[in-house]
């Protein structure tokens, strides 16, 4: 069980815009910001989106991301078969231990 | 090329020590935290702990705190993930990854290293 809600699965067709959600509460998302990774098929996670909605450098501006209270979202507008990985979010919760990176479960995404 | 290099797949017997390694190039190694994820077969990310290889300051994750240990070596820009007695349910693939910032709440990885795959089977 994940402390960020992600769904599991999205899909999309090549030229399609997809959101992915992530719900968490006011302890993460509510008071810290979100970042997004994405991981190819065998290949370790990469940085997609810090700080709730900038681009490292080389991220195609196709991805963004957004915040809203205690939720998040990434986007990807005109999606290609290259984006076809698992999708995380995460962010960094204010429990009684200290700060702790708390991610998503992840979702599969699929370009039909 | 900032780059991290993680220690090579270990096969394992339960009760029996392991010591993964990960290994930072191109920057300052002291001055970026580096943290530990795992990722068990088929599942999603989950995090283990962080240190600050400048002075060793160590944070665990409540979950994995007492089960394993991190430490580094800025003499040699390695952190370290060990475990003094592998359980079956230790078997993931383990990656390193370095915080990109110090702003408070800001925990996002820019650079991982390539995972280490640990199984642990009798």
């Known amino acids: 069980q994940s402390v960020l809600t992600q769904p599991p699965s999205a899909s999309g067709t090549p030229g399609q815009r997809v959101t992915i959600s992530c719900s968490g509460s006011?302890?993460?998302?509510?008071?810290?910001?979100v970042n997004w990774y994405q991981q190819l098929p065998g290949t370790a996670p990469h940085l997609l989106i810090y700080?709730?909605?900038q681009r490292p450098s080389g991220v195609p501006d196709r991805f963004s991301g957004s915040k809203s209270g205690t939720s998040a979202s990434l986007a990807i507008s005109g999606l290609q078969s290259e984006d076809e990985a698992d999708y995380y979010c995460?962010?960094?919760?204010?429990?009684?231990?200290?700060?702790?990176?708390?991610f998503g479960g992840g979702t599969k995404l699929t370009v039909l | 090329e900032v780059q991290l290099v993680q220690s090579g797949a270990e096969v394992k017997k339960p009760g029996e020590s392991l010591k993964i390694s990960c290994k930072g190039s191109g920057y300052s190694f002291s001055s970026y935290w580096i943290g530990w994820v795992r990722q068990m077969p088929g599942n999603g990310l989950e995090w283990m702990g962080i240190?600050?290889?400048?002075?060793?300051?160590?944070r665990y994750s409540p979950s994995f705190q007492g089960q394993v240990t991190i430490s580094a070596d800025k003499s040699i820009s390695t952190a370290y993930l060990q475990w003094s007695s592998l359980k079956a349910s230790d078997t993931a693939i383990y990656y390193c990854?370095?915080?990109?910032?110090?702003?408070?709440?800001?925990?996002?990885?820019?650079?991982w290293g390539q995972g280490t795959t640990v199984t642990v089977s009798s």
């Open positions: 240190i600050y290889p400048g002075d060793s300051d160590t």
């Open positions: 990854a370095r915080r990109r910032g110090y702003s408070y709440g800001d925990y996002s990885m820019d650079v």
């Open positions: 700080s709730n909605d």
């Open positions: 995460a962010a960094c919760d204010d429990s009684l231990n200290g700060q702790e990176v708390v």
């Open positions: 006011s302890t993460n998302i509510g008071s810290n910001p």
